[in-house]
């Protein structure tokens, strides 16, 4: 009798785990009215972002252009946020948890954002690096390594890589070799819908294969301590032949060094 109660467990279990499963894969396909949701979410980040760089000033700090951004978002008719606005200057963006704080905005410093609203529930997700003023050799370095690796990953899934473990790895062997074993410490991306971080997901042991029509990010960065780092996040469609960036602002390295 018990081993009978054991089979009905193991047998609902398994039936349990695959549909959960199918049900993640099914929800990380995209409809084009879902789609339209987390663009619409997007262009939103777009604009505040571009309105928090023309508010930074010497001396400002991370709590004020956080509380700028939210505002923004508001004022842009986006009031429900993906989650808390990440601002940091300096050495804090070595923090990839970081909660904006009284840090003051200095010359040289490396300022990074990561922000995402919702739209009709739909979120969106971006981060973007920049300098105040012109960055040292290392700074520059070092956000052109993670520009560098994100082409990387991109060309692959352009080339059909649906792997998301081989994606991860592609982008953690080139920047752990150059920079150390514990300078990209998080996942490379991971889904994008109703919820901020949904399957599949981008990272080392990820059994996951990205399916036509799901929305994820790439998001490779670097983290020197007592330094800085470096985060560059862009949302991506993947298609039949390759993607579609659904990200539409600049992060050459001109237009990451502020004046
Ligand atoms: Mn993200």
Redesign the pocket.
Known sequence: MLLFYIAIIVIKKRSFNMKTKLLHEVRAVKSKKELANIIKAQRISERVLADALKELRLGVSEIEIDNFIKKSFVKYGAPILSFSPIVSFGKNTANIHHVPGKSELKIGNAIMF?I?CTVNHYCS?M?RTYFFGKPTKKQEKIYLAVLEVQERVLNKIKKGERRAKVLDKTARDFLTKRFGKNSFSHGL??G?GTV??EWPNLKPKSEDILPVGCVV?V?PGLYLKNFGGVRI?DVILITKDGYKNLTNISKNIESAILK
Request: hydrophobic share 15%.
């Open positions: 990561d995402g997700d981060s991306g991971h994008v901020i971080h990010t998001e996040e």
